[in-house]
DNA sequence: CGACCTGTGTGACATTGGTTACTGAAGCGG
DNA sequence: CCGCTTCAGTAACCAATGTCACACAGGTCG
C-alpha cells in the first residue's frame, strides 16, 4: 500500500514533484496509543494515514478528553493543514487508535505542494469537510444533553453493538456511571436491550426522536 | 468603498474575471438585526462585508445563542466558503450586527472563481486562521467554567469597559443573572470594580490566572 | 474451589448553571 | 417631583452532570 493508493491527488502532481515527494514519504508504524502530536507544539508536516487512524482529541484540565475527528486511511487531518496554513501551534492531540502506518509529509514539502492546484484544491475540500464536523461538535457540546447525544452516538454504531459503558462515556468525554445510568433509562422505555458488553437497539425511531 | 478596497485579492484576479465580478457584487444595504442566512438554509452566496458586520451565531433550543464569531469589513465568513465548497446548507446564523453593507458573491461565480488561484489561496488562508478559532471555542464551551470564560471575556475589552451585564452574558451564551453573581465575586476577590454599565480591571494578572 | 479482574448497578452527595421572582437604584422625560 | 424604563443584586429552587463509594455478577486463572 502506497501513499498514493490512498491519495490519489499525489497521481495528479507534475512528475518532478511527485518523485521528490515519494522520495520524501518515509512511511513509519506506530504503536496503538502512540500520540503523534500534541497541543502547543509546532506542526512538523502533513500526515498521510496508509492503515490504522488517529483520533484528534481536545484535553480537558482534569484528564478527560473530548474526541474531535477520526482520521482514517486516505483521509486527512485538518488541524494539520490549519496548523501548516497559519504557521500556528497544534491545538489539540492525535493519538493512534490503533497500530498505524502513515507518511510524514515535512512542512518544507507542504508549502511547496499548496502552490499546486491538484493538491491544494485536495485540501481544500477536506477543509470544507470537516468544517461541518466540527460545527455539528460545538452544537453538540454546547446545547445538547448527555441523553441526547448518546441516543445520537448509538444510532452511528449499527443495531447491535458491542462495546463497554466506559467507551462509550469516552466517546461522549464523559463517566461511565452517567452512561451507565442513562442505558438504564433507554432501557426501561424499551429503547435498547442490555448485556455485558452489548447492547441491542430495540427501536431505533424512538432513539432519533430522542437525540432530536 | 468598493469590494477590491477592502478585498484586494479580488485585483489580483485576470481582468475578464474581474470585470465580471464588479458587475455581479451589487452592494446591498441593511439595518441591524438581519438575518443574512441561517441553519438549514441553502447558500446563496459568498458575502463580502463593506461596512457594519455580520455575528454569526448558533441557536440554541430555548433561544439563547451562542456567538461563533464575527465578520467585520475586509474579513470573510468561513462557513459560508465550507458550505458553498462542500454545496451544504447553512448550519449556523449570520446577523447583522449593526447597520451593514455588504456584496454577495452569487455562488455559481465562486466556483468560477474557486478556479484563479488567487482568489482560492485567500479562501484558503482565511479557512486557516478561523479553525484555530472554532477550536479555542469547543475548548472553552466543552471544559471551560463560565467564571473562566467570562474572565477570559473581560481581558479582551480594556481596562475600562462599558457594557451591561447583559451583552456580556450573550456574548458568553449565558444569563444576566449567572454574570452578575460572578461579576460580584471577582469585585469581592478585588480583581474588578463594578458600577452601572461600569466595569474597571483592577487586577489583569488574577483575571487571567483565573482564566487558566 | 477461591482469588481476582472487569464490567455494571446504584445511591448519596457536590457543583454548576439556569430559572423564577422579587427588590432596589439610576436615569430620564414630563 | 412623579412615573417609567433599564440595569443590577439577590435568594430560593431546580435540573444536569459529575464524584465517591461500594456492591455484585460473571468470567479467568492458579
Chains 1, 2 share one sequence.
Not at 515519494?22 to 503523534?36: D, N
Request: with cysteine.
Amino acid at each position: 500500500m502506497t501513499p498514493a493508493d490512498l491519495y490519489p491527488v499525489l497521481l495528479e502532481l507534475p512528475e518532478t514533484k511527485r518523485t521528490e515527494l515519494i522520495a520524501a514519504l518515509q512511511p513509519m508504524t506506530v504503536p496503538a496509543g502512540t500520540v503523534l502530536f500534541d497541543e502547543r507544539q509546532p506542526c512538523q508536516g502533513f500526515p498521510f494515514v496508509l492503515s490504522g487512524g488517529i483520533r484528534v482529541v481536545k484535553l480537558a484540565a482534569n484528564g478527560r478528553e473530548l474526541p474531535l475527528y477520526k482520521v482514517l486511511p486516505g483521509e486527512s487531518c485538518i488541524i494539520s493543514s490549519s496548523c501548516l496554513l497559519g504557521h500556528a501551534d497544534y491545538n489539540a492531540r492525535g493519538v493512534a487508535e490503533t497500530k498505524t502506518t502513515l507518511a510524514l509529509l515535512p512542512r518544507k514539502l507542504f508549502d511547496a505542494l499548496v502552490g499546486e492546484p491538484a493538491f491544494r484544491n485536495f485540501v481544500f475540500h477536506l477543509f470544507a469537510e470537516r468544517i461541518a464536523e466540527l460545527m455539528q461538535l460545538i452544537e453538540e457540546v454546547a446545547f445538547r444533553k448527555l441523553d441526547q447525544r448518546l441516543a445520537n452516538l448509538l444510532l452511528g454504531k449499527g443495531r447491535q453493538l458491542h462495546t463497554t459503558h466506559q467507551q462509550l462515556a469516552d466517546e461522549l468525554g464523559s463517566v461511565r456511571e452517567m452512561v451507565s445510568r442513562l442505558l438504564k433509562g433507554f432501557a426501561e422505555q424499551g429503547l435498547v436491550r442490555l448485556g455485558r458488553e452489548q447492547i441491542e437497539i430495540l427501536d431505533p425511531a424512538g432513539l432519533r426522536r430522542l437525540a432530536g
